[in-house]
């Protein structure tokens, strides 16, 4: 047993300190994004197959929507600047930013060196869930993916519709690289409408049934030229496991909207981010 100090109350008793306060990350223009989202057209739909991914292109300043339409569903997100696919999404320093799950005003963030916003949540049907009593909200930047080899590490099962393998063929697909050249670039994912948290007894990553429904959906404005991947995940609503064809899985659905012109009007793209790279030499 461990020797447990005679303040150890007290050591405990410290209060946290937010570790990147974010009031001076760059405003977002919600007002600015809404009123060039009413008049938008649609110009993509791409529907995404239960435990299988799907592909699409967004341009900078237009906006993208994932919807729940048949079941409750959970989807893996994967974004990459289109242009360079070293640019991608970074779920860890979001998370550091904005806190483990996503709404409305928070933002996608790119990874190193660039560091900049990638896309900007406008809407979301979920925002009503909130935080429930077992710490579980939804729209999670805590867990990495359902992956084959976790599976096979677990179980010792070859299991090919995991959401890594499902975000890899769809890459694969639109840039026609090979699955080899592929996998490397799929990364740590937002969890689309999954119900996550961490336990309280063993701090344990937990899901459970996603509140989400037919209709539901969370909406996006492209900051960027992006390169969409999006996975239905084989747990379907994530009420039980993954990893199996045994859950109801339900299609998603990813539509693109282009705003009129001019309805973004002092609007820019944002620069990459401002450090010199000269790392102290």
């Known amino acids: 047993m461990p020797d447990i100090p005679a303040d ?7 209060p946290p300190v937010i570790c990147y306060p974010n009031d001076t990350l760059p405003p977002v223009d919600l007002a600015l994004y809404r009123a060039a989202r009413e008049g938008a057209r649609k110009v993509d739909e791409v529907l995404v197959p239960p435990r ?12 993208f929507r994932i919807s729940s339409i048949d079941g409750a569903q959970v989807g893996d997100l994967n974004l990459w600047n289109v242009h360079d696919l070293s640019e991608r999404f970074y779920s860890g320093k979001t998370r550091a930013l904005h806190g483990t799950h996503l709404s409305v005003g928070e933002r ?27 710490g579980g909200s939804v729209h999670d930047v805590i867990g990495t993916r359902c992956d084959p080899y976790t599976h096979n590490l677990l179980s010792g099962g070859q299991y090919h519709h995991c959401c890594h393998s499902n975000l890899t063929r769809a890459l694969a697909d639109a840039t026609g690289m090979t699955l080899a050249e592929a996998e490397p670039h799929v990364h740590d994912v ?17 899901m459970k049934a ?4 037919p209709g539901d959906y969370l909406e996006f404005f492209a900051e960027i030229d992006l390169l ?3 996975s239905a995940c084989p747990g379907g609503d994530c009420s039980s496991e993954h990893s199996s064809d045994a859950a109801a899985c339900y299609p998603l659905l990813v539509e693109v909207f282009a705003p009129e012109e001019g309805a973004l ?5 944002p620069e990459v981010n401002g450090y010199d790279r000269s790392h102290g030499r």
Request: include cysteine; aromatic fraction near 16%; charge should be neutral.
């Open 228 to 230: 969409g991947a999006l």
């Open 108 to 134: 996608m963030w790119s990874s190193f060196p660039t560091l900049r916003p990638m896309a900007t949540i406008i809407e979301d049907t979920l925002s009503w869930y909130g935080i429930d009593e077992y």
């Open 8 to 14: 150890a109350e007290a050591r405990r008793a410290v």
């Open 52 to 63: 299988d991914a799907g592909s699409f292109r967004v341009g900078a300043g237009q906006f």
């Open 210 to 213: 996603s509140p989400v429904r």
């Open 190 to 206: 937002l969890n689309v409408f999954m119900c996550t948290g961490f336990t309280r007894d063993t701090g344990q990553y937990f």
């Open 265 to 269: 009007r002092g609007w820019s793209q």
